[in-house]
């Protein structure tokens, strides 16, 4: 799944450049133009995840921990710019769906961890650096933050999903949507 936060387009620019003309005394001089080009990208900030994540097997009453794949924030804004990963979770549900059947979102817990790659300068901000700040995904939470300097940044992380399994929840292959967005 690639979610965009913002449209990229591209601009290319032909500049030709000339020599000045050459001085009455320099008589026999040769002069030659150059065109240069450059292409010009403005509003390109993505979030890469991955396509599908399988989490394990889980027992009732306990909960299963995986991590869910990297994710990658590419900014080439220009100039200094700051950016904000979130990241929501559906419920989690096998069958029809029926009560026994759904794993609901608050069950279902997140943290980030620290950067597993970045380049470009600037600054990054994990939403929860350890497992102890892990957070139920009941609500969109902050997955990480970043600000960047006036060349374009990558920055990746490797999330952990922890599912807490209700006793009351049926044997099956329950399903979900993680979803992150970049603004």
């Known amino acids: 799944m690639r979610t965009f936060a913002s449209l990229m387009a591209s601009i290319v620019v032909s500049l030709g450049l000339a020599a000045p003309a050459a001085p009455a005394a320099a008589a026999g001089a040769i002069g030659a133009a150059t065109n240069s080009t450059f292409a010009l990208h403005a509003n390109t900030l993505t979030i890469t995840v991955p396509a599908s994540s399988n989490l394990g097997n889980g027992t009732h009453g306990n909960s299963l921990s995986a991590i869910l794949g990297t994710i990658t924030v590419e900014d080439g804004r220009n100039g200094s710019m700051t ?31 620290p950067t597993t790659f970045s380049s470009g300068g600037g600054s990054r901000f994990p939403g929860q650096l ?18 960047k300097a006036p060349l374009a940044t990558v920055t990746s992380w490797q999330p952990t999903l922890v599912v807490s399994v209700p006793i009351a929840a049926v044997l099956g292959r329950y399903t979900g949507v993680i979803t992150h967005t970049v603004t």
């Open 83 to 113: 950016w904000t990963a979130t990241v929501t979770s559906t419920n989690f549900t096998t069958g029809g769906g029926s009560a026994g059947e759904t794993i609901t979102k608050g069950n279902v817990s997140y943290w980030s961890g």
């Open 130 to 147: 350890t497992p102890a700040d892990k957070v139920p995904l009941s609500s969109p939470v902050t997955a990480f933050r970043g600000t």
